[in-house]
């Protein structure tokens, strides 16, 4: 059960932070860096023709598609197709048909097939021959004009689409993979912080925020090589999220609050793991302080994952911040009862409670006269653990009336009620 809860963690969390990447990319309108610089295919009724790169005013593809329409243009007049010349430009060379020019050959497109721009350019005239001839056939054939537009609209959509997929499924691997390998060096790593501290600090709040700071460090750093492996330019990314950084922090406002604030709650330390606080509704021990929200474990066993900016922001009462906490009990004793004698018997049953400190002293005063009993109030102090707290007020309640019972202080009957009329002088008139 655990290795199939760690896996599905480590999925979503990869998966989480591919399509993070991939919402900044979309989102800056950028693209992978390698594929600026990857050449684009130029197909006629889908078969490959030839393989084009960027220029200074067109990318690849955009730079392919405009040839495809260039030689589609021509294919309209498959009749008055005349030979693929190759004609003198400066540096450059241009290759044209029946006097339209299809491609520019430049010394980038040598650069990029190990050759002059002369010998590309021949090249890739013959090539349009070839292909304009194939092309040119297929259409003079009866009914052959739709049938092979059809079919090279399909071929062209699946041949682009198994370009993509050989081009993305490698990156997207190695982007898992990479992933995969600093999920396993930052688990490494907090079990290495965790095991250094339990012998060097004390303090489990700064060895949580270490933790969590050296972990999320390593996940950062793994990040940024799994956008590198998907091609994408660290860099891009960087300028996408300082140019969507309002989109996505409008977006993001919550996580981002919460990240903040739980850096806030583990520097400024208002509590600390073990203390057991009450938060809004919530009251119980604090289990986990993470960067997201904090764990608190409740006196029934439940668990609270409560947002630490609803910790940071709201009042929180911290029952364990002192080592002692005042308690109270409350007595009800008849109106008969001789009260110096209730509160020295009280008093000392108190004192004589297990878990009662003798310093704070404990007091015993009169709270409330009530319409059948007099209410005294016993205060003492004692550990500021709820289970120590709740004992030692069980343990003063049983010594206090064990106490009372032994002295004889006569404790309220429910059954005996004491009326007292508005006006006395009626009794006496009655009476008369």
Same mark, same amino acid.
């Given at each position: 059960?655990?290795?199939?809860?760690?896996?599905?963690?480590?999925?979503?969390?990869?998966?989480?932070?591919?399509?993070?990447?991939?919402? /900044?990319?979309?989102?800056?309108?950028?693209?992978?860096?390698?594929?600026?610089?990857?050449?684009?295919?130029?197909?006629?009724?889908?078969?490959?023709?030839?393989?084009?790169?960027?220029?200074?005013?067109?990318?690849?593809?955009?730079?392919?598609?405009?040839?495809?329409?260039?030689?589609?243009?021509?294919?309209?007049?498959?009749?008055?197709?005349?030979?693929?010349?190759?004609?003198?430009?400066?540096?450059?060379?241009?290759?044209?048909?029946?006097?339209?020019?299809?491609?520019?050959?430049?010394?980038?497109?040598?650069?990029?097939?190990?050759?002059?721009?002369?010998?590309?350019?021949?090249?890739?005239?013959?090539?349009?021959?070839?292909?304009?001839?194939?092309?040119?056939?297929?259409?003079?054939? *009866?009914?052959?004009?739709?049938?092979?537009?059809?079919?090279?609209?399909?071929?062209?959509?699946?041949?682009?689409?198994?370009?993509?997929?050989?081009?993305?499924? *490698?990156?997207?691997?190695?982007?898992?993979?990479?992933?995969?390998?600093?999920?396993?060096?930052?688990?490494?790593?907090?079990?290495?912080?965790?095991?250094?501290?339990?012998?060097?600090?004390?303090?489990?709040?700064?060895?949580?925020?270490?933790?969590?700071?050296?972990?999320?460090?390593?996940?950062?750093?793994?990040?940024?090589?799994?956008?590198?492996?998907?091609?994408?330019?660290?860099?891009?990314?960087?300028?996408?999220?300082?140019?969507?950084?309002?989109?996505?922090?409008?977006?993001?406002?919550? /996580?981002?609050?919460?990240?903040?604030?739980?850096?806030?709650?583990?520097?400024?330390?208002?509590?600390?793991?073990?203390?057991?606080?009450?938060?809004?509704?919530?009251?119980?021990?604090?289990?986990?302080?993470?960067?997201?929200?904090?764990?608190?474990?409740?006196?029934?066993?439940?668990?609270?994952?409560?947002?630490?900016?609803?910790?940071?922001?709201?009042?929180?009462?911290?029952?364990?911040?002192?080592?002692?906490?005042?308690?109270?009990?409350?007595?009800?004793?008849?109106?008969?009862?001789?009260?110096?004698?209730?509160?020295?018997? /009280?008093?000392?049953?108190?004192?004589?409670? *297990?878990?009662?400190?003798?310093?704070?002293?404990?007091?015993?005063?009169?709270?409330?006269?009530?319409?059948?009993?007099?209410?005294?109030?016993?205060?003492?102090?004692?550990?500021?653990?709820?289970?120590?707290?709740?004992?030692?007020?069980?343990?003063?309640?049983?010594?206090?009336?064990?106490?009372?019972?032994?002295?004889?202080?006569?404790?309220?009957?429910?059954?005996?009620?004491?009326?007292?009329?508005?006006?006395?002088?009626?009794?006496?008139?009655?009476?008369?």
């Amino acid at each position: 059960m655990t290795a199939t809860r760690s896996l599905s963690l480590l999925l979503h969390r990869s998966l989480a932070a591919i399509v993070c990447v991939g919402i /900044i990319v979309v989102l800056h309108g950028g693209a992978p860096a390698g594929a600026q610089d990857d050449r684009a295919t130029v197909r006629v009724d889908g078969r490959s023709v030839l393989r084009v790169g960027p220029t200074d005013e067109l990318n690849a593809v955009d730079r392919a598609r405009q040839i495809e329409r260039r030689l589609a243009t021509l294919l309209g007049a498959p009749g008055a197709l005349g030979p693929a010349q190759v004609e003198p430009a400066g540096d450059e060379r241009l290759v044209t048909v029946s006097g339209v020019p299809i491609v520019t050959v430049t010394e980038s497109d040598a650069d990029d097939n190990l050759s002059s721009v002369d010998a590309v350019a021949a090249q890739w005239a013959a090539a349009v021959d070839r292909a304009l001839e194939q092309a040119a056939e297929a259409r003079l054939a *009866p009914g052959g004009r739709f049938v092979v537009e059809v079919r090279g609209a399909i071929e062209a959509a699946l041949a682009r689409l198994y370009e993509s997929a050989l081009r993305v499924i *490698p990156r997207v691997l190695a982007a898992l993979l990479v992933i995969v390998l600093f999920w396993g060096l930052a688990s490494a790593v907090r079990w290495v912080m965790r095991f250094l501290f339990r012998h060097v600090v004390d303090d489990l709040t700064v060895e949580n925020l270490i933790k969590q700071v050296a972990y999320y460090a390593v996940w950062i750093v793994g990040l940024i090589v799994a956008v590198d492996a998907l091609g994408l330019d660290p860099g891009t990314v960087a300028t996408g999220l300082g140019l969507t950084g309002l989109a996505l922090g409008f977006a993001l406002q919550d /996580i981002i609050s919460n990240f903040v604030s739980g850096l806030l709650i583990l520097t400024m330390r208002p509590f600390e793991l073990g203390d057991q606080i009450v938060v809004g509704e919530t009251e119980g021990s604090v289990e986990r302080i993470q960067l997201r929200a904090s764990q608190i474990r409740t006196y029934d066993g439940r668990l609270v994952l409560v947002p630490n900016a609803e910790v940071f922001t709201a009042r929180v009462t911290n029952n364990t911040a002192s080592p002692v906490r005042r308690g109270s009990v409350e007595v009800h004793v008849g109106f008969d009862a001789d009260l110096d004698q209730a509160q020295a018997v /009280i008093r000392e049953a108190t004192r004589s409670a *297990p878990g009662v400190l003798t310093d704070p002293p404990v007091s015993v005063r009169v709270q409330a006269l009530g319409p059948d009993d007099v209410l005294l109030e016993a205060r003492f102090w004692t550990d500021s653990r709820r289970s120590d707290f709740v004992a030692t007020s069980s343990a003063v309640r049983q010594a206090i009336l064990a106490a009372l019972r032994a002295s004889g202080v006569p404790l309220p009957d429910p059954s005996l009620h004491l009326l007292v009329p508005d006006d006395p002088r009626s009794i006496r008139d009655d009476q008369a």
